[in-house]
């Protein structure tokens, strides 16, 4: 018998797997609104001209060699300063451990190994519904989830009730799972005051909260803005979990560059757990790649260059907020009898749209628009040249 005449095909991601349909497609009127990545209003993908500058600047200035395990150590310090806070009192105490990851995929699955190995037998408690590959993660690092209710769908808002009861119920010692803005895939997010009172029951049930942060500034269009979740659970003691990304916010999606970090008591704690996350990171890929953190530290530490990055984000988190309203103005000028207002309201990079699976077929099959079945759009993909193309496909589909 041969070696792998057992091996079965598997199935195919449901995000990636829309691209893969969606490059098959021959009509040049196509649409993919499937993976999260931005474009510009001409439907291309956006280098940054503070990376750019970043680039020049690092190019032919290094050397090819490893980082540690630990990656970029000044890029990490600038990454949990950016997304803790400039004068965040942790940072001060030297209470953070922290390590360079492959982008947000990277600290996720450090953290659920991590949480496999250090919170023995605790549960992650994941939004219902979340990013797929979450399920994925933690299932790969033997971690059992719980689903906690977040989407109402007859609101398509958030469903906080649901949210604290469950949560109210979850045993001492559970790990809770949080996006801490612009949530994907519903673009809901608790107000100010529900962060509070989600903050303040988990303090109150010694919950754990794992905060996974992929698109700080993408929310609102102000990064420190969209740091809010996180510091709202610093101010009140949390000790916490942190997975940042630089894929969206920076358009580094390829470079695979973020940051893992754990907030702990002392020091000391700090030092033997950040210790523990290399010894997790060594037999898995090494050290992290060089190229993407140079370009980040940079960015972050040169206070102009920053302020660029900041204008930049603000630009494209902006240029969606637009296209939601466009979008919204054309179902409402075809006369769709059905409320657009969730389009608006709803923030960050993606719309939940509401469609069901038979509606998403029939964008895809008859007008060639792509995206996955959970009737999630991304808004990125949206521009002045198709909204009008896809508010007709959503309202033929949705008469
Ligand atoms: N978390 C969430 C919620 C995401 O949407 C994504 C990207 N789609 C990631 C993590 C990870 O992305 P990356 O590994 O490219 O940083």
Redesign the pocket.
């Known amino acids: 018998a041969g070696w792998f005449g057992h091996v079965t095909e598997a199935p195919r991601d449901p995000?990636l797997g829309v691209t893969e349909k969606y490059l098959a497609d021959t009509n040049p009127m196509k649409i993919n609104l499937g993976?999260?990545a931005y474009r510009d209003d001409s439907g291309q993908p956006w280098v940054l001209p503070s990376v750019r500058e970043a680039e020049r600047r690092v190019s032919g200035s290094h050397f090819m060699e490893y980082l540690p395990i630990g990656g970029h150590r000044q890029f990490c310090e600038d990454s949990v300063r950016l997304a803790y806070g400039e004068h965040a009192e942790v940072i001060k105490g030297k209470q953070v451990a922290m390590l360079q990851s492959?982008?947000?995929?990277?600290?996720?699955r450090l953290f659920a190994e991590f949480q496999g190995r250090w919170m023995k037998g605790s549960k992650i408690y994941i939004p219902q519904p979340?990013?797929s590959?979450?399920h994925n993660i933690f299932k790969d690092a033997h971690v059992h989830e719980v689903l906690y209710p977040y989407y109402k769908p007859e609101t398509r808002g958030l469903d906080l009730e649901g949210l604290l009861d469950c949560l109210s119920k979850a045993p001492a010692g559970s790990v809770v799972m949080l996006?801490a803005c612009?949530?994907?895939?519903t673009g809901v997010d608790p107000t100010t005051e529900q962060w509070q009172q989600i903050s303040g029951l988990m303090r109150e049930k010694r919950l754990f909260p794992f905060f996974?942060?992929?698109?700080q500034g993408f929310a609102t269009g102000d990064c420190e803005r969209d740091a809010q979740a996180l510091r709202i659970f610093l101010q009140d003691g949390h000790r916490l979990a942190l997975?940042q990304?630089?894929?969206?916010n920076m358009g580094l999606?390829g470079q695979?560059?973020?940051c893992f970090s754990i907030v702990c008591d002392s020091p000391s704690e700090a030092k033997a757990v950040e210790s523990q996350m290399k010894a997790l990171a060594r037999p898995m890929y090494s050290n992290p790649p060089l190229h993407g953190a140079l370009l980040v530290h940079q960015i972050l530490s040169d206070p102009s260059l920053k302020r660029q990055w900041f204008g930049e984000v603000k630009l494209m988190a902006d240029r969606i907020i637009s296209m939601r309203t466009l979008l919204r103005e054309n179902l409402e000028q075809l006369g769709n009898p059905l409320s657009w207002n969730h389009i608006t309201d709803q923030i960050g990079?993606f719309c939940f749209t509401g469609l069901t699976p038979e509606q998403v077929n029939k964008l895809t099959n008859e007008h060639s628009i792509y995206l996955t079945r959970n009737g999630r759009i991304s808004m990125a993909g949206v521009n002045t040249g198709n909204v009008s193309q896809l508010a007709q496909a959503i309202h033929s589909a949705r008469e």
Request: glycine share 12%; proline share 3%.
């Open positions: 995000i993976v999260g492959l982008s947000g995929t990277g600290s996720c979340t990013w590959n979450h996006h612009a949530h994907n895939p996974d942060m992929a698109y997975s990304s630089y894929a969206k999606y695979r560059v973020g990079m």
